[in-house]
């Protein structure tokens, strides 16, 4: 691929955590201290809410760039499937594992951190580098520790000439710490959308009513309710109810990442707000048909790789 790229209002900035998965499913619980619980469902894969938005939006037909500290052997399948690589994990420093328990809907985890506790930092240098290229969207899939510099961080990318984002959402997970955090409130306000799980939207709401505050300024909080479907904070007439997976249910893991990625890919083409949660609903249906987080290969659509066929 060429450094100028057409019509980047159609292309999406995925930043945020890799690791490699060691999935444990079929579970009948989670074994208890001192005891072995045996499975025979077992998958070794790629995951991370970064690289599984990746894969699902390029599924979907959008240009994607990956800014994230991937794995070694990831980085070749990537590039494969016409996913531009920013890898920011330093010569040397191990990637990150997380172990996968996962029982019925329900799942646990263990994790090896690697590199990922200092993803920010380095996100952040470089988009102030201006070393990114222009988008339509940008997906920022980690926790933020300093608020205020992405609090700000739109209008400075917008001043620049290689990465300008008109729109920039948020996908934090859960984290206790978050509504306490310096700046949090202003950083909400400023996206152009935040997706949360229902267990999210009462944490990062509380008492301060931060979601419904940055709803009132203009952002767009998605709210992914799994079997459900999914709505926009405050607006219940937004309810899309989500299909029926066709297998059934095997594992969760990824089925909030997919669903963002079917959401903005609908979201780049221009599709109306009704038609982005169902996209996103699709996603996330069909990702908990099979381990890991990942959709089934090749990512890169048919218009852009005809006669290929999956791995």
Request: proline share 7%; glycine share 12%; with cysteine.
């Amino acid at each position: 691929m060429g450094s100028v790229r057409p019509d980047s209002r159609r292309h999406l900035l995925v930043a945020g955590e890799s690791f490699e998965d060691l999935i444990f499913a079929g579970l009948p619980r989670l074994p208890r201290p001192g005891e072995e619980v045996r499975t025979r469902k077992y998958k070794r894969t790629w995951g991370g809410g970064a690289l599984i938005a990746a894969a699902w939006a390029r599924l979907e037909g959008a240009a994607v760039e990956l800014w994230s500290a991937l794995p070694p052997r990831i980085t070749t399948i990537l590039r494969n499937e016409g996913i531009r690589l920013v890898n920011v994990r330093r010569r040397g420093e191990p990637h990150a594992i997380t172990a996968c328990l996962s029982f019925g809907a329900e799942r646990s985890f263990a994790t090896f951190e690697g590199p990922n506790p200092v993803l920010e930092e380095r996100f952040f240098k470089r988009m102030r580098q201006r070393e990114g290229l222009d988008a339509g969207a940008a997906l920022f899939a980690f926790r933020p520790r300093v608020c205020n510099w992405w609090k700000r961080w739109p209008e400075i990318a917008a001043t620049g000439q290689h990465m300008r984002l008109p729109e920039v959402f948020w996908d934090f997970g859960y984290d206790e710490r978050l509504p306490r955090t310096d700046h949090f409130d202003g950083l909400l306000r400023k996206a152009t959308g935040v997706f949360v799980n229902a267990q999210e939207a009462r944490l990062y709401n509380g008492r301060q009513r931060l979601l419904d505050r940055a709803a009132e300024a203009g952002t767009l909080v998605v709210v992914k309710l799994g079997a459900d479907g999914a709505m926009i904070h405050g607006r219940p007439e937004t309810l899309v109810p989500a299909p029926i997976p066709l297998h059934g249910v095997q594992d969760t893991t990824g089925a909030g990442d997919a669903f963002a990625a079917g959401f903005l890919a609908c979201r780049l083409r221009g599709g109306a707000l009704e038609e982005q949660l169902a996209a996103g609903n699709a996603c996330g249906a069909e990702s908990v048909s099979r381990l890991g987080g990942l959709p089934k290969r090749p990512w890169r659509p048919p218009a852009e790789d005809p006669g290929r066929g999956a791995s």
